[in-house]
């Protein structure tokens, strides 16, 4: 553990600064005998890594599985590579060129992969270890892939190409056979046409030495493997999409372009069997059925006691027009369309068997949709579909914003976990989901984890994040407490957005206490208790703030009534309750003569409103409209339960409500903040009922029969106050607007002003510009007190300047521990009085007589471009770090991390880095991700122990590790895929087909595509490229010879059984010819000396 002495500090940093972009300098003068910080973290705690990637695959292209290891595999078209097992059995790969993946073939049991990609390459993936790697590679030069096979226990992969030809590739060395069906020796000599690409290749049932091609003008080849010939072609007019073969090898079924299936007996191949339009209008004079769309895929699946499954997709009338996607089955008689909520990318008939050749025995339809995954129940009337259990409803409304929380409360998971589990809908299929391979990591980390997304509908989802798994706990939809826009004029009327006017721009939540904050798009405010009864709220209380715009050197309203701030004064509020409720919510105007003025973008509820449990509202606040100019969005947001406040702001300035009384106790624009009248002590604008012409806590209308209860909040001070304190900064931040807004707040408990004694409850405010505020509060006692007397507001001035906007600030006491701010135990509201007053025990302040030293606490201070860390309450600089000079901080947080706590930042250029505390040491500082869009800098997020986030799709989210433990840990922590599963027997051939050679034929592939058989194929055609896995390719190697032993040491328990079995069966059978032996002897003496007369 090193010391850092303040007097040895510019010795440190030099040597720890080599690089030009950065440094970090001690204030001169600063140095104090007894100022000894002991920091813990060193360069060696940090390494920076990916953990696990949760989510829908985003723009998914192809999907395989393996029905013995009951492992799902999907492509993307971004290269990507999904593997899913059972819930929490997820597991992320990438192709480095980042083409489309455009078809999946496993290795059956045997833990590997083929993937076939646009850019006309193969590779091979290993599964057999935590994180799958390619084993091999092979790259077409001169031919285009567009189709694969790999037949069942097969080591030989079929590859038709867009030329025609299908090339053979060994799975196991990833080499070229010589053996190739040239596309001209396939179809007729007499066709002068070429016939297009090959859209299907796959081996008869029976007859392993039967290949079935389908080209894309409508040819279909059955192609003799060992003659090299072609057996029968069968030709029909419409091209060819898909083909499938019934499992006794005889009849095969094709889909078209035109919406029909065609059925074809192989021994006929002149005319097929039958010719069916599934969606067509059949004509009543014998014709055509009208064409319909292309059936783009089909799976034909027989069944032992019943009719066969025939599924497919598309097919639909030309005149569905808007219609959505629709996945057809057809079983007997009755046919059931099933529409699906995104389009199809492609479905996979789930068998019991993975034999070819047996009776399929559909159980279930796995539909991949472009924005879903939809598990269809075959063995239910109706066909119901499966519970998900994976995440994948991340992106059910585009995400917002993301918050991160490690190491939560224990109890706050099955608290959510009980409110959310009475929201899942029903109608379910009761079966178990049947995509239950792989096993969960043994990882020893497992402290509670929650995310947080907010959503562009309003919605509010709470994930447990814990063990590298995800799963939804609780959805909660703000949105309920506004009404709908009916109409178009309505909506462009009031609301400052087009789209998603209920979209959560940020929120704050305080884990203790469960109380949760959001903000939204149209500059809206709710406070939401947490409960776990069920409530119906007559009147949703609502406050509305006019946050007045400051113009520069130009006139502004005039908002009337004083000018000058009062005192708030005890007993001059009165509640909601208490007022009398007035005809509209707002005294606004809205008519087309003048501009709108006084008005709330949204409209909430009148109705009363039905409150499940869960977070249920209890203030509303909204900005107004101000003279024709809509409120601006609200740019940073804090509640801290302890005091009983939530503070926002924006562009225009900032507010502060205290939500136990239900009133607005500061509306103060951001030029005001700078006043040099009395930069100490500055009296806030208080809105009280005396002072009527600046508006009142509750209008009140002496008429009104209504059941709304309407609070408003009186007009800021509106002022000409020039920008005479704006910071000369270069523009850093993204679409930053010109004037000053507020950026950061951090409730806490510290000294006001300079050289105070006392803590007291306070609050540190960040602008865009670099400036730090301290703002004092004064809190009534608890009690009843607290709900009558108001809160005291006093500005303390600014406390000191960084370059750039401020985006985070923390609490140090005297030894470099982190002071988190004040809280309050969560209660439940709705509980009884005796059982809130257990509960309603405010936390202590921390004491300030164990403090020694002239300072006894630090602030840390982290901005777009520079941290510093200012003694208190002497407000003098200790450490100052250039982050960055050529780009900017997009997020930064204070975060715990083994035992001691560091700066966190994640800029513009992709870097991500970590400081000491308080001597602001870079610790790492690693080049990882440039920002390629706004969603990633909109939801990168820090938090304690090591772990962060960020959407690295509109679908998916990515979580990394800058811990050293963690990374060591990742190996365990991860799930397995593979898992030693013995294979299912081959059917029974049966005794007549055995003796007459009715049953499934087997081909020696090794001697008619092997080297000695079929040559060598040609070095131009492909090149091979090694895999990349390393040490994870031999552990995965290693692992795989584990797997082995252990299938082999079960076929050797198995055989030992069979053998004493045997051994039983033998001994019987020699005692039974001892017993028979015995019996003709006794025979022969009885009969031997008699003539044959005497018989």
Not at 436 to 449: D, V
Not at 867 to 887: D, F, G, L, W
Request: charged fraction near 20%.
């Amino acid at each position: 553990m090193k010391k850092f002495n303040i007097r040895k500090v510019l010795d440190g940093l030099t040597a720890a600064s080599s690089s030009s972009s950065s440094s970090a300098t001690a204030q001169p003068g600063s140095s104090r005998e007894n100022d000894v910080i002991q920091e813990s973290l060193q360069s060696e705690h940090f390494q920076l890594c990916k953990t696990v990637r949760h989510g829908f695959p985003y723009q998914p292209s192809s999907m395989a599985f393996d029905p013995v290891q009951k492992i799902l595999a999907v492509g993307t078209q971004t290269g990507a590579l999904r593997l899913f097992g059972c819930a929490g059995v997820e597991c992320y790969c990438q192709h480095e060129s980042g083409a489309a993946v455009i078809q999946l073939q496993f290795l059956i049991n045997e833990g590997a992969l083929v993937s076939a990609l646009a850019d006309d390459s193969i590779h091979l993936w290993n599964l057999r270890q935590k994180i799958p790697a390619i084993l091999h590679s092979l790259k077409f030069s001169r031919e285009r892939i567009t189709y694969c096979h790999l037949p069942f226990q097969s080591k030989w992969l079929y590859i038709g190409t867009e030329r025609g030809n299908i090339h053979i590739v060994n799975v196991e060395s990833f080499t070229l056979s010589g053996y190739v069906i040239m596309w001209n020796k396939a179809i007729e000599l007499s066709t002068k046409t070429h016939p297009g690409p090959v859209v299907h290749i796959s081996d008869n049932p029976m007859d392993e030495g039967k290949l079935l091609i389908g080209y894309e003008c409508g040819v279909v080849v059955l192609w003799d493997l060992k003659c090299k010939k072609a057996d029968c072609r069968y030709n029909y007019d419409e091209a060819i999409h898909s083909v499938a073969w019934h499992h006794e090898g005889k009849q095969f079924v094709c889909s078209h372009s035109d919406g029909t299936l065609t059925t074809w007996n192989i021994r006929i191949p002149a005319k097929s069997a039958q010719i069916i339009t599934p969606h067509g209008k059949q004509p009543k004079d014998g014709k055509k059925p009208e064409p319909c769309k292309p059936i783009l895929k089909v799976e034909y699946k027989t069944t032992r006691a019943g009719d066969p499954f025939m599924v497919l997709s598309g097919g639909l009338s030309y005149d569905t027009v808007g219609r959505r996607a629709c996945l057809t089955v057809m079983h007997g008689k009755s046919t059931t369309v099933l529409e699906m909520d995104y389009p199809i990318v492609d479905f996979l008939t789930l068998c019991e068997t993975p034999y070819p050749n047996d009776v399929q025995e559909p159980y279930a339809v796995l539909v991949l949709l472009e924005k879903d995954l939809v598990l269809i129940d075959l063995g239910q009337i109706g066909y119901p579909i499966f519970e998900n259990p994976y995440p994948l409803t991340i992106h059910e409304s585009p995400v917002t914003c993301c918050e991160y929380f490690v190491d939560c409360p224990a109890e706050l998971i099955p608290a959510l976990y009980s409110v959310g589990s009475r929201q899942k809908r029903q109608g379910y299929s009761k079966k178990e989901w049947p995509i239950s391979g792989g096993n969960w990591g043994q990882g020893t980390q497992s402290y509670p984890e929650i995310i947080i997304t907010g959503h562009a509908d309003g919605s509010i989802k709470f994930w447990d994040a814990s063990a590298l798994m995800l799963q939804v706990l609780y959805k909660l939809k703000t949105a309920k407490v506004f009404e709908r826009a009916r109409g178009k004029e309505e909506k462009a009327n009031t609301e400052i957005v087009e789209e998603d006017p209920f979209a959560i721009q940020t929120l704050s939540w305080c884990p203790e206490s469960r109380m949760l904050c959001v903000a939204g798009v149209s500059a809206h405010v709710i406070v939401y208790r947490f409960s776990k009864q069920e409530v119906t709220t007559e009147v949703v209380q609502l406050l509305e703030v006019r946050m007045q715009c400051e113009f520069n050197g130009g006139d502004s309203p005039d908002p009337g009534g004083e000018q000058t701030p009062t005192l708030p004064t005890p007993g001059a509020s009165s509640s909601p309750q208490e007022s009398e409720p007035p005809t509209q919510p707002s005294t606004g105007s809205n008519s087309s003569d003048g501009p709108r003025d006084n008005i709330p973008c949204l409209q909430v509820r009148c109705s009363p409103l039905k409150q499940s449990p869960g977070y249920q509202v209890e203030l509303v606040i909204q900005l107004v409209w101000v003279s024709g100019e809509p409120p601006q969005p609200i740019t940073s947001l804090a509640i801290n339960s302890s005091y009983g406040l939530v503070v926002f702001g924006n562009s225009n300035g900032l507010a502060v409500v205290d939500y136990l009384q239900k009133t607005l106790l500061l509306n103060m624009g951001t030029s005001e903040l700078y006043s040099p009248s009395d930069p100490y002590h500055r009296q806030p604008r208080s809105p009280r009922r005396v002072r009527q012409p600046s508006g009142a806590t509750c209008d009140s209308n002496d008429g009104s029969n209504t059941s709304e209860d309407r609070c408003k909040s009186p007009t800021s001070d509106a002022r000409d106050y020039s920008f005479t304190r704006s910071r000369s900064s270069s523009v850093t931040s993204i679409d930053r607007e010109s004037r000053e807004a507020i950026s950061s707040f951090h409730f806490c408990e510290s000294y006001p002003r300079k050289n105070d004694i006392v803590v007291s409850p306070c609050l540190l405010v960040g602008t865009t510009q670099g400036t730090v505020m301290m703002v004092a509060l004064s809190l009534p006692p608890g009690g009843d007190q607290r709900l009558q007397q108001p809160v005291g507001i006093s500005f303390c001035g600014s406390m000191v300047t960084l370059k750039g906007g401020i985006l985070t600030m923390a609490l140090l006491d005297a030894t470099g521990a982190l002071l988190p701010p004040s809280y309050e135990p969560w209660y439940d509201p709705n509980a009884s009085d005796e059982e809130k007053e257990k509960s309603r025990r405010r936390r202590p302040a921390s004491p300030t007589s164990s403090q020694e030293g002239p300072d006894p606490q630090f602030a840390v201070l982290c901005s777009e471009k520079q941290a510093k860390v200012v003694a208190m309450p002497s407000q003098t600089r200790i450490y100052k770090h250039n982050i960055t000079e050529t780009s900017f901080v997009l997020r930064a947080d204070v975060v715990q991390m083994a035992g001691a706590n560091c700066i966190a930042c994640f800029c513009a250029n992709g870097h991500i880095m970590t400081l000491s505390l308080p001597s602001l040491r870079p610790l790492l500082d690693v080049n990882y991700l440039p920002l390629t869009d706004m969603r990633i800098a909109r939801t990168f997020c820090f938090s304690n122990l090591g772990q962060a986030l960020y959407l690295t799709s509109p679908t998916e989210i990515q979580r990394i590790t800058y811990s050293q433990e963690t990374c060591d840990n990742r190996q365990e922590m991860l799930s397995e895929l593979f898992t030693p599963v013995e294979t299912p027997e081959a059917p029974n051939k049966g005794f007549f087909k055995g003796l007459f050679g009715g049953g499934a034929q087997s081909l020696d592939r090794e001697d008619l595509f092997g080297e000695t058989g079929a040559g060598k194929a040609s070095r131009s055609l492909a090149q091979h490229i090694p895999g990349t896995g390393g040490m994870e390719g031999m552990k995965g190697a290693a692992s795989g010879v584990v797997g082995d032993l252990a299938r082999a040491r079960i076929a050797l328990d198995e055989r030992g059984q069979k053998l004493g079995e045997l051994e039983d069966r033998t001994a019987a059978m020699m005692s039974s010819a001892d017993s028979f032996s015995k019996h003709a002897h006794d025979m022969m003496l009885k009969y031997k000396d008699k003539k044959w007369y005497q018989l």
